[in-house]
């Protein structure tokens, strides 16, 4: 168990709809990091917060976007669900600093019908 | 742009066998982090074990090590007595002191360990 929680493990919903993905890290962490897992892009970044502020972006679609609240959790809106949007989505955190290793929730799967 | 390349998409290995796993990057960093995740059937993504670029000896986790070649960006790992939990995906990735500080995957691969 890495100490990261995330919810919903499964969830599965319809094109068009709306879904938040939610993130808990680790005890000290700062930073929460978001990566999709898909069959055909692998693993990608997403995007970054650290301590409430965004701090980088991958590749993360317009209709995805992202948060991180004061008390460090995060969650993941995805809008105008596609069907290539059924990924296996995760977060990690770590304190912030490169040095430091990212830590792995057990993830979120999306299928989109 | 970073990239990382994992060449064997499926290897497999004989119980208690030792097999290596290659990984080779690209960066003009001279800074920076690699690691190896593995990734079982249940998805979790699980560190298997990290090294620092700015290090020369190569990292070692009980049966499993690494053999980092800085001037070639190669990083592979090497899995010794292999047992059954060993079957997994392994994902090698690297970051940097950059400004961004994800994890850059290469895409794996499929590793079965036989009876």
């Known amino acids: 168990d890495s100490g990261v929680t995330q919810t919903p493990k499964h969830l599965i919903t319809a094109t068009g709809q709306r879904v938040t993905l939610r993130c808990s890290p680790r005890?000290?962490?700062?930073?929460v990091y978001w990566y999709q897992q898909s069959l055909d892009q692998g693993l990608q970044f997403l995007i970054q917060?650290?301590?409430?502020?965004?701090?980088a972006k991958g590749n993360i679609l317009e209709r995805f976007s992202a948060q991180q609240f004061p008390d460090l959790h995060s969650e993941l809106n995805l809008s105008s669900l596609e069907l290539g949007d059924s990924a296996l989505y995760f977060c990690?955190?770590?304190?912030?600093?490169?040095?430091?290793?990212?830590?792995f929730g057990p993830g979120t799967r999306l299928l989109v019908l | 742009a970073q990239t990382v390349t994992q060449s064997q998409p499926e290897m497999s290995v004989q119980e208690a066998e030792t097999v290596t796993l290659s990984c080779t990057y690209d960066?003009?960093?001279?800074?920076?982090?690699l690691f190896w995740y593995k990734q079982p059937p249940s998805r979790q993504m699980i560190l298997v074990i990290r090294?620092?670029?700015?290090?020369?000896q190569n990292a070692t986790e009980n049966r499993f090590s690494v053999n980092f070649q800085k001037a070639a960006k190669s990083f592979s790992l090497k899995i010794s007595d292999s047992q059954l939990g060993d079957a997994a995906m392994y994902f090698c990735?690297?970051?940097?002191?950059?400004?961004?500080?994800?994890?850059?995957f290469g895409s794996g691969t499929q590793l079965t360990v036989l009876p």
């Open positions: 990690a955190s770590n304190k912030g600093t490169v040095q430091e290793t990212q830590y």
């Open positions: 005890s000290g962490d700062l930073s």
């Open positions: 917060y650290y301590n409430g502020e965004e701090r």
């Open positions: 960066t003009s960093e001279s800074d920076y982090y």
């Open positions: 090294q620092e670029a700015y290090k020369q």
């Open positions: 990735a690297y970051n940097d002191r950059g400004s961004a500080r994800q994890l850059t």
